[in-house]
């Protein structure tokens, strides 16, 4: 119990030390060993729409259900 706990811990220091940058080079180096080749990266940002609860009542009558 005590070796599994030590190593979860190593785990955790070792994915914390880690930064972003060296996880895309160490994945770009990756592809490029099995022939594939990173053109461009995408960043994607979330956004949260307010949506009016008046409309969501009009899709509900309807019979459209947009969160399941």
């Known amino acids: ?28 180096v990756y592809l490029s060993n099995k022939g594939w080749e990173i053109r461009e990266s995408i ?9 009016p609860d008046e409309m969501l009542s009009n899709y509900e009558a309807s019979g459209i259900n947009i969160f399941e």
């Open 43 to 51: 960043e994607v940002e979330a956004y949260i729409l307010d949506i």
């Open 1 to 28: 119990m005590k070796m599994r706990m030590f190593l979860i811990l190593v785990g955790i220091l070792f994915v914390s030390t880690c930064s972003q940058e060296n996880l895309n080079e160490q994945h770009e």
